[in-house]
């Protein structure tokens, strides 16, 4: 891939590394995992040192199982601080993630600070390095390092996600059906955490070990506020990715800022959108909602209170008293039922109409109350 | 008996309360009143809104319609007069503190900011654990009481509270029996000194032999009086629907009853 | 070795500071963690100070000053509006908590960094020191921060002090909380405020990253050892600052050991130890009470099969 520009390898770096996150993000939102990954994210630091030590340089796949295995001891770690039942299932996170961290970076200063594996790379990466990372094997330049680990990344993840969604799917919506039709949900579990491990490594030297939790995480909420189902959230969730990682790159261009944080915030502001327009799930449309049916219910109640005490009317302020309603809001409700003619004014004092008083026993079939 | 009480008021008095969650109500249109005095049981199927009742006269939820009054006020102004035993699974009984600790609480409210529990409130709060028969458990960190015991420590709080009125939810539930019959001593012992209480309740089969006073409750109230009157064989079919199999005669002061519950 | 420690900690400019410093943050961490613990907002903790970057930047970008009280200000009322923000997608939408607090972490986060470099880049050299609060610089610290460090830890603590009845209720039972008449969304932003403070101290310490085992270690390490919160929040402001001294002496001490990190791994060694081997609680007296509890059971088993006629 030498042919391509820096700023296609860049944006590419971009897409792909947004892609591999969201593929599997869309569980870890589903199965309430969003800071079980950020814990893998930071605890991915002391596996890298070990595996640095162990191929005695940077090594793609040593580190790639160096990263996956501290991930892995990291869920474990947690979960069984979980099992002694002495700490909160937050408390464990809070405690293991910090940990691992430390551990890395205490490594990393003590024995590394001369050689390219610095914290500050691993929490915010430099994806505008990307073009200038090669994979040189032999004396053949394969181009961007980044890249193709990220591409290999994005397959890998696709791969497990057709092979294994059906179990997918069941373990995270239904864990015990999943166990009694025989499909392990730990090994379901420990196999979808491996993935987020490999895939943190993978995209980490381009976005940093924190951002792709945002990659992870955010574009799977944001798609998550869309459907209801789970193929098309997927789906979803891998364009929102690509869409900001390429959005964040030019916003970054703009205003010359880093790349991979400008990614995260047009992450940040999708989600937003989503979060407030959703036609379905916004705060937006549900304020909305959630307003009209609340005076919907006030004028059905006005007028069942109303049928109710059998009284031929009453006076405004008595209502407001009884139903301990603001006059403003007593007044918007009354002319609501005004407007659909189930009230009307007789000399200042509220009264039904008849065609309120056949109102008040199709209100009562619907909110399923005998009519007295 | 207090000053609330020459007041001529009843304890509680709801008026057209509704209480809905969006468009759902929970409560529609009660209208309550309770006598002093009494030992009230508030019975109905579940999601009948047993809870939300209790909650929405204490302000802890908020009420789309309909006024609430204890002992002619708001509960704002006489606060002082309620106890509230809050259902046992609502907190962490896993938090560090004592029984006694927890007892004393219920002296908060009157104690008011900042100052803090002394000798008397520790010597009240101990006596109030003698009433639920858990004074030997004072210094037991609460983790380690079984469910009746932490229930019986949430009595003794809301006894530490000294009300006239008290709203216990779901007291009862899942308890042993030398628990059932503490809390039964308590409530005959505080009807004796005058004082109202109101209880969700679930057991139709105990509604009988431990109460005076029914509440029926259906998201409406079904019906309301002295057991012998309310408490019917119409009136329960009413408030469960068709969810109960078999009743047995419910006359008198007999409580023979047998109640199979449906899948409620 | 141990009177030399001692003395360094009383006359090393250096040291004395970085101690103290970091003693500050682990008892005002530990205060307001045992509160967070217990009322399971410890990942709180983590997402206030991951908001709390943008906050800095942008008081910087509109004070263009470095003053740490100003920095604090910034980061304080970031946390603030990430909290809000955290609050309502839970209440209002279908997201979990657990993911509201990952988007707020890392959507400011991500904030802060493109704050962080468009000040480096247009601001060049004045941006010096903004990024050290990503890991804390706990061997800069100099005695002015730790005064106003101080200042701000003491306020916190005497507010703490003087609500405890209110905070321990509210922590217990909210519900039966407001039953008595407290305003229980008050004291709830009262605690939040508080805690946000402590991670404001904490970021010239340990920094953005590590900030959360210094609210959640201290508290989960001393709730091991009793069963009564004011005893629980002495040991746990105990810990802290044990976690803090030490690991500022051992990073002082051997060459090339960042302060901030082994601050942590002190942290995580008296966790590990509370845990293991606290009295009541601790898992390896409970391993071997089941052990005897076994034998015994096997033993009488063994005397009944004897001791029944054939």
Known sequence: MTFLTSEQVILLTGIFAASSCALVGSFLVLRRMAMMADAISHAILPGLVFSFVLANGPNLFVGIFGASLAGIATVVAVEALQRTGLLKSDAAIGIVFPAMFAIGTVLVTRYFSDVHLDADAILYGEIAFSPFDLLIIGNTNYGSYPLIVLMLMTVVNLLAILLFYKELKLATFDAGLAAALGFSPALIHYGLMTLVSMTTVGAFSAVGAILVVALMIVPAATAYLLTDRLGLMIALSVIAGAVSAVLGYYGAVAFDVSISGMMVVMLGILFSLAALFSPSQGIVSKVLRRRRQRERFAADLLVMHLHHHRTASESPDHLAAELDWTDAWLDRIIARAQREHHVELRDGRIALTPHGDEAAHSIARSIGVPVD | ?264 | MVPEILSDLIFDYTLRNVALGSALLGIVGGVLGSFAVLRRQGLLGDALSHTALPGIAIAFLLTNSKAPLVLMLGAAVAGWIGTLIIINLVRETRISEDSALGIVLTVFFGAGIVLLTYIQHNRGANQAGLDKFLFGQAATLVERTVLQMGAVGLVALLIVAVFYKEFKLLSFDPEFTASLGFPVRWLDVALTSLIVAAVVIGLQTVGVVLMAAMLIGPAAAARQWTNQLGVMIFLSAFFGALAGVAGSVISVQAARIPTGPMIVLCMTAIVLISILFAPARGIVWEAIRLRRARKRNLERRRTELRGEPA
């Open chain 2, 1 to 264: 008996m207090s000053t609330a009480t020459t007041l001529n008021e009843s304890p509680v008095a709801v008026r057209d309360l509704t209480v809905a969650y969006r468009e759902e109500p929970v409560l529609w249109d009660v209208d309550l009143t309770v006598p002093e005095g009494r030992l009230v049981a508030i019975v109905g199927p579940n999601g009948a809104g047993k809870s939300t009742l209790i909650k929405s006269i204490l302000d802890l939820v908020a009420r789309t319609s309909g006024t609430v009054s204890v002992y002619g006020k708001s509960y704002k102004e006489n606060r002082e007069l309620v106890g509230y035993v809050p259902q046992r699974g609502s907190v962490d009984w896993d938090f560090p503190t004592t029984s006694l600790d927890i007892v004393q609480m219920g002296l908060y409210g009157k104690l008011g900011w900042i100052r803090r529990p002394g000798k008397k409130e520790r010597q009240i709060a101990y006596e109030c654990l003698e009433k639920v028969g858990m004074e030997d458990y004072a210094d037991r960190q609460i983790s380690q009481l079984s469910g009746g015991q932490q229930q019986r420590v949430f009595l003794a709080r809301a006894l530490a509270q000294d009300a006239e009125i008290y709203f216990m939810d779901e007291p009862f539930a899942g308890v042993d029996a030398a628990t059932e019959a503490a809390i039964v001593n308590v409530m005959r012992d505080l009807r004796e000194a005058g004082k109202t209480l109101i209880i969700v309740h679930h057991n139709l089969e105990t509604v009988l032999e431990y109460f005076d006073w029914v509440v029926l409750l259906n998201v409406q109230i079904i019906a309301s009086g002295p057991v012998n009157e309310a408490f019917t064989l119409e009136n329960i079919r009413k408030t469960y629907g068709g969810r109960i199999a078999a009743l047995n005669s419910l006359n008198g002061s007999e409580a023979e009853s047998t109640v199979l519950m449906g899948d409620g």
